[in-house]
């Protein structure tokens, strides 16, 4: 199994960078490679609920979801996110306190499909470049939802 750990001090409180994780219709504004918001389940934000957005790379788009496996309110989500063709990956968040700033751990787990077969040594650097951009734009999200 491949596994891919980032982090970035996001200068915001725990609870704002929390908030801004519990909406579903941000992920396509800061998850790279995520189009648009295509709806969320009522039961949204419990365990098993999933919200639906389209993934792809230029003009190619295809339907997806993500499901929320957990959270740990103001601490931590994981995701079990789909993105076709590559395959399933589970992906959890970590906040914590950092000076007035928020601390937030991504790391990312290919579980299913050709993205889980990956070697380490290719599928980490990618993965890597990706997530700390998709840091980058929810810090900047964030700043916008509390400005």
């Known amino acids: 199994m491949t596994r891919a750990v980032v982090e970035r001090t996001i200068p915001a409180s725990r609870q704002d960078v929390w908030q801004a994780l519990l909406r579903p219709e941000n992920y396509p504004r800061w998850i790279v490679g995520a189009k648009e918001f295509r709806g969320a389940d009522d039961s949204w934000p419990e365990a098993g609920s999933r919200f639906y957005h389209s993934v792809g790379l230029g003009p190619l788009k295809l339907k997806d979801e993500t499901e929320l496996v957990s959270t740990s309110e103001g601490v931590e989500v994981v995701l079990l996110a789909r993105a076709r063709p590559a395959g399933r990956a589970r992906v959890t968040l970590t906040l914590e306190d950092d000076?007035?700033?928020t601390r937030v751990h991504m790391e990312e787990h290919?579980?299913?499909?050709p993205g889980a077969y990956v070697p380490k040594f290719l599928h980490d650097?990618?993965?890597?470049?990706?997530?700390?951009?998709?840091l980058r734009r929810l810090a900047k999200l964030v700043d916008q939802q509390v400005s």
């Open 125 to 134: 650097p990618l993965i890597d470049v990706r997530n700390k951009k998709a």
């Open 110 to 113: 290919a579980i299913t499909g």
């Open 99 to 101: 000076g007035g700033s």
